[in-house]
C-alpha cells in the first residue's frame, strides 16, 4: 500500500514582533525590576518567529520542534498582553495553503489583527509539517510504523483542534484551508493514515486474521467517510489539492475493504465455514477488480489479487470436491467488526518538549487588570481613612482657631507674641511663604494648558482617521478604534482640576493678607498684633490647668493620625499569588470578592483606630468648648483685648490655610504631571493605532483594486449574420422559415401535429475534441404553432421521424467539462458498486458505465451527420442539423 496524502505548509507576512511588544513593556512596567527581561523577551519571540516562519523548513524534527515552540510561545503570551484589546498594532497575514492564485492574480490570503488567527495558522503548519514527516518514514521498519503513526495522529488532532475552535478565534470568515470543513476533512485523511498504518504494523507482526480484518474495516471505513466529505463539499472540490486526494481515496477504501474481506475469508476456512470463505474471497476479488480499472494508476492491486486469485481458486476446488457447501449471497454475510487502535493526538500545553516561557515572570492580562481593579479598591479605601482624618484635623483647627486656643492661654502677659503664634509663622516661612503659593499657582495653568493640548492633538488624529477611512470600516467589521469613553474620561478629568484649581485660588486669595502678616519678623509681626491689659487673676486657675491638658490631649490625637495615616500608607498589599492561584485552579475569579475580603483583612485595624481617633475628638473637643466657656466667663476682658483676640484668631487660621492651600497645590502639579504621562501613552496609542490601521487600508484598497482589475470585461454578443436577419415574406409573417439546403428538393408539407414540438437544446460541452471545420453555433430552430402550420402548409419544415438523436436524453446542458458530473456516462458517485453488507451504514450510490453512442455526442465534435440522399420528386427533405 502506497500513495499517502500530506498537507502543504501555509505561507505568512513578515511581522515585527519585537517593536510592538517593547513598548507595551516600557509603557506598562517602567518601574518592573524585570523590564529588562522583558524587553529581551521581546527580541527572542521576534526571532523565534522568523526562525519558524520566515524560511522553508525542512521535514526533519527539529523544525517540528521549532514550530511547536513558537505555537507554545504563543499560547503563554497570549494572556499576557492585550491582543484582544486592541493596544498592540499587529496584523498578521496569511496565504490560502491550497489556493495557488492564477496568472493575474495571486492565491487567496488573509490579514487580522488577531494572535488566535497566528495560533490557528501555526498550528495548521504543524499539522502540516508532521503529515509530511510521517510521510518520510520507512514504512518496512518497526520503528518507522510506529513513527508514521504518531506523526499522523498529531496531525490529526491539529486539524480537529482548528475544527473546533477556528470560528472563536477568527473574527472573519477563514481561508478555506482552516474552515471547519477542510480541517475536519484532514483529521479524517490523517486519521485514516494512521489506521492503515497500524493495519500494517499488525500484518507484520503477524497477528491474528481476525484482529488484522477488524482494523483494516475500520481503515476503509476511515478513508470512505473522508471521500464522502472531501467530495460533495463544494468549498473543497474546487481545489486541485482535493482533486488529486479524491482518487487516492477511493483507491484506499477499496484496498483495504478488501484486505479486510481476504483476512476475514481465512477466519471463515478456520472455522469450517467454507461457503462464507468463497463469498468473501469472490467480493474481495470484484473489489480489486473494480479498483484496477478506475484508480491502478495510484495503487498497485497485484499484491494482493493475486492472494486472493490464488485463494479463491484453492477454495472453490476444495469445496466443489470435498465440502459442497453453500455459497451464500454478499448481502447476507455477517458483517465484520471495527477497532480502532489510533485517535487524534489532543492539542496541550506545551507541544515542545524543550519549551521555556520567555514572559514566566509577566503576569497574565487578567491578572493585570485584577490587581489594577485592586489597586483602585485600595486607593479609594486609603483614600477614605486619609480624608476623614484630615477634615477632622481641619475641623479640630478650625474650632481652637476660633477660640483662640492656645494663643489666649499663652497670652495672659497681654503684649508678647504667643509661642504658638512664632510656631507657625516659622513654619509658614520655612516652606516659602507666599513666594512658593505664588509660584505653584503659577505653573497650573501652563501644566493644564500642555494637557489639553497632548489631548486635542490626539482627538484630532483620531478624528482625521475616520473622516478618511469610512468606505473601508464597512469591509472591516473588527476595526474597533478607542472608546470615546477613554477620551471623555480624561476632559472630565481636567475640568474637576480646573474646579479646584478655581477653589484654592479664591481660599489664597482671601487668606493672602493674613498670611503676608504671619511671614513678617518677630518684632513687625508683635506691633501689627494689639496689646491688652494682663489677666494676672488667671495664672494659676484650675480652668487654664484643665485647658492646657485637654489641648495637649488635642495634640496627642494629631501625631497619633499623623503616624497611622504613615502606616496605612506604608502598608504592604500584594494580591498577585491569590489571583494566580485562583485562576490556575478555576480558570477564572471573582477580582472583587477576593480583593474585598482581602482589604478588609489588612486595613480593618486601621478602619477601627481611625473611628476611635475621631470619637475621641468628639469628646475631647466638647469638654474644651466647656471650659473655654468658663475661661472667656473668669477673664477680664476689654475692647483692645477682642481686637488682640480677633487678630490671633486670624493668624492661626491663616497658618492652617496656607499648610491647607500649599499641599492642595503640590498635589495640582503632581496630578499635572502624572496625567501628562499617561496623555503621552495616550496620544502614542491613538497614533500606533491610526498607523496599522491605516496600513490594513492600504491593503484592502489595494486587494479591491486588483479584485476589480482581474473581473471579466461584459462579454462581447457577435452581430447576427445577415442571412439570418432576413424578413419573412408577407404571406407568412407570423412564421420563420429556415435555410433550405443546397440541394434541389420538392418541399413537402408537414403533416399536422396535435402538439408543437419542442426546439432541440443545446448539447453538453463534453472533452471530446472539437471539429475546427465546424460551422459557429446557431440560434435553435424556430417553433411552428399548430395555426399556422394548417393555414401555410407548404411553408412548413417536415418534423423529423421517431429515431431520436443521442442528445435527447440530456433535458439541459450539462457541464463542466471534465468527465465528474452528473449525467456524464462514466460519472461514479463513490468508490465502487453499493453494497449493503461492505458499507454498512454509508449509502454509496453507483452509476453503472453507459455505453457511448457510436456517433458521438452532439457538439462533442465527431460526425454525427447522415448520409445525404438524392432528392426525388415523393420523398421528404431531411431536417437541417443544428449543433
Known amino acids: 500500500m502506497a500513495a499517502y496524502v500530506s498537507v502543504p505548509l501555509k505561507k505568512t507576512s513578515e511581522v515585527d514582533l519585537a517593536k510592538p511588544l517593547s513598548k507595551y513593556v516600557k509603557n506598562s512596567y517602567a518601574n518592573h525590576g524585570d523590564q529588562e527581561v522583558f524587553l529581551r523577551a521581546a527580541e527572542e519571540v521576534d526571532k523565534l518567529r522568523k526562525s519558524a516562519l520566515g524560511r522553508p523548513l525542512d521535514k526533519t524534527e527539529p523544525s517540528l520542534e521549532l514550530l511547536c515552540r513558537y505555537y507554545d510561545q504563543l499560547c503563554a503570551i497570549e494572556p499576557k498582553f492585550p491582543f484582544s484589546q486592541n493596544q498592540l498594532c499587529l496584523t498578521f497575514t496569511w496565504k490560502d495553503a491550497f489556493d495557488k492564485g492564477t496568472l493575474f492574480s495571486g492565491s487567496a490570503k488573509l490579514a487580522l489583527p488577531s494572535l488566535g488567527y497566528e495560533k490557528t495558522c501555526v498550528l495548521f503548519n504543524v499539522g502540516a509539517l508532521a503529515s509530511q514527516l510521517a510521510l518520510e518514514q520507512r514504512l518496512d521498519t518497526d520503528e518507522g510504523l510506529k513513527m508514521a503513526a504518531k506523526y499522523y495522529q498529531m496531525a490529526s488532532g491539529a486539524f480537529s483542534h482548528i475544527k473546533d475552535t477556528v470560528l472563536s478565534a477568527v473574527s472573519r470568515e477563514p481561508t478555506v484551508d482552516i474552515s471547519p470543513e477542510c480541517s475536519g476533512a484532514l483529521s479524517l485523511i490523517m486519521l485514516a493514515q494512521a489506521q492503515e498504518v497500524i493495519v500494517l504494523k499488525a500484518t507484520s507482526d503477524k497477528m491474528k486474521e481476525s484482529i488484522i480484518a477488524k482494523l483494516a474495516c475500520q481503515a476503509a471505513d476511515f478513508y470512505g467517510e473522508a471521500f464522502k466529505m472531501c467530495q460533495y463539499k463544494d468549498s473543497l472540490s474546487k481545489f486541485f489539492y482535493f482533486q488529486d486526494v479524491l482518487p487516492v481515496l477511493g483507491a484506499k477504501h477499496c484496498l483495504l475493504q478488501a ?80 477497532a480502532a487502535l489510533v485517535k487524534p493526538t489532543a492539542i496541550q500545553m506545551p507541544l515542545s518538549q524543550k519549551f521555556t516561557d520567555l514572559f514566566e515572570k509577566m503576569v497574565p492580562t487578567a491578572v493585570q487588570d485584577a490587581l489594577n481593579a485592586c489597586s483602585h479598591r485600595r486607593a479609594e479605601l486609603i483614600n477614605r481613612l486619609v480624608g476623614n482624618m484630615r477634615e477632622a484635623t481641619v475641623l479640630l483647627n478650625g474650632v481652637l482657631a476660633s477660640l483662640n486656643l492656645p494663643a489666649a492661654l499663652e497670652d ?20 516659602g511663604g507666599l513666594q512658593s503659593i505664588e509660584r505653584l499657582i503659577k505653573e497650573l495653568p501652563e501644566l493644564l494648558q500642555r494637557n489639553r493640548e497632548i489631548l486635542d492633538e490626539s482627538r484630532r488624529v483620531m478624528e482625521l482617521f475616520v473622516c478618511g477611512c469610512l468606505v473601508p470600516r464597512l469591509h472591516h467589521s473588527y476595526w474597533v478604534l478607542l472608546s470615546p469613553a477613554e477620551g471623555a474620561s480624561f476632559r472630565g478629568a481636567l475640568d474637576q482640576a480646573v474646579q479646584a484649581d478655581q477653589m484654592v485660588r479664591e481660599r489664597y486669595n482671601t487668606h493672602c493678607d493674613t498670611i503676608a502678616l504671619l511671614c513678617k519678623p518677630e518684632a513687625e509681626l508683635s506691633a501689627a498684633i494689639p496689646s ?44 498577585t499569588g491569590k489571583f494566580l492561584m485562583a485562576l490556575a485552579q478555576d480558570g477564572a475569579f471573582n477580582e472583587e470578592a477576593l ?59 491663616a497658618h492652617d490655610s496656607y499648610m491647607e492651600i500649599s499641599s492642595n497645590l503640590r498635589e495640582g502639579t503632581k ?47 457577435p452581430a447576427v449574420p445577415s442571412y439570418q436577419s432576413t424578413p419573412a415574406p408577407a404571406s407568412i409573417a407570423p412564421t420563420v422559415t429556415t435555410p433550405a439546403p443546397a440541394a434541389p428538393a420538392t418541399p413537402t408539407p408537414a403533416p399536422a401535429a396535435s402538439a408543437t414540438p419542442p426546439p432541440p437544446t443545446p448539447a453538453p460541452r463534453t472533452v471530446f475534441s472539437v471539429n475546427k471545420n465546424q460551422p459557429p453555433a446557431r440560434p435553435p430552430p424556430p417553433v411552428f404553432s399548430t395555426q399556422a402550420a394548417a393555414s401555410t402548409p407548404s411553408s412548413s419544415v417536415t418534423q423529423p421521424s ?75 427533405l431531411q431536417p437541417p442539423h443544428y449543433p
Open 259 to 338: 484486505s479486510a474481506e481476504y483476512y476475514q475469508a481465512t477466519v471463515a476456512k478456520q472455522q469450517k465455514k467454507f461457503g462464507e470463505e468463497i463469498a468473501r474471497l469472490q467480493f474481495a476479488a470484484e473489489l480489486l477488480k473494480t479498483m484496477k480499472s478506475r484508480y491502478e494508476e495510484y495503487i498497485s492491486t497485484k499484491t494482493l489479487a493475486e492472494k486472493v486469485s490464488r485463494t479463491l481458486t484453492a477454495a472453490k476446488k476444495d469445496n466443489d470436491f470435498i465440502y459442497h457447501d453453500r455459497v451464500p449471497e454478499t448481502r447476507d454475510l455477517e458483517r465484520i467488526g471495527k
Open 412 to 431: 495672659l502677659s497681654g503684649d508678647s507674641v504667643p509661642q504658638s503664634i512664632l510656631d507657625k509663622s516659622r513654619a509658614v516661612v520655612q516652606q
Open 532 to 575: 491688652a491689659n494682663p489677666a494676672q487673676t488667671l495664672q494659676g486657675s484650675e480652668v487654664v490647668a484643665v485647658l492646657r491638658a485637654q489641648l495637649a490631649q488635642l495634640d496627642q490625637v494629631k501625631k497619633e493620625r499623623e503616624q497611622l495615616e504613615s502606616d496605612i500608607k506604608s502598608t504592604q498589599f500584594d494580591m
Open 595 to 653: 480583593s474585598v475580603t482581602e482589604l478588609d483583612s489588612v486595613y480593618g485595624g486601621y478602619t477601627q483606630k481611625v473611628q476611635q481617633s475621631l470619637k475621641t475628638q468628639e469628646e475631647v473637643l466638647g469638654n474644651v468648648q466647656t471650659s473655654h466657656k468658663e475661661f472667656s466667663n473668669m477673664k477680664q476682658s476689654n475692647q483692645q483685648a477682642t481686637l488682640r483676640e480677633e487678630v490671633l484668631k486670624k493668624l492661626a487660621s
Open 671 to 717: 496630578f499635572y504631571n502624572d496625567l501628562t504621562e499617561i496623555l503621552l501613552k495616550f496620544q502614542n496609542k491613538c497614533s500606533d493605532i491610526v498607523f496599522a490601521r491605516k496600513t490594513e487600508r492600504e491593503e484592502l484598497l489595494k486587494d479591491i483594486q486588483q479584485s476589480i482589475a482581474n473581473e471579466p470585461s461584459a462579454p462581447v454578443i
Open 802 to 876: 421517431g429515431n431520436t438523436d443521442p442528445a435527447a436524453a440530456f433535458s439541459q446542458a450539462q457541464g463542466p467539462p471534465y468527465p465528474t458530473y452528473q449525467g456524464y456516462p462514466g460519472y461514479f458517485a463513490m468508490p465502487m458498486q453499493y453494497y449493503p453488507y461492505g458499507y454498512g451504514q454509508y449509502n454509496m450510490p453507483f452509476v453503472p458505465f453507459q455505453n457511448v453512442v457510436p456517433g458521438g455526442f452532439p457538439g462533442s465534435g465527431q460526425a454525427q451527420q447522415q448520409p445525404q440522399q438524392q432528392p426525388h420528386s415523393c420523398g421528404p
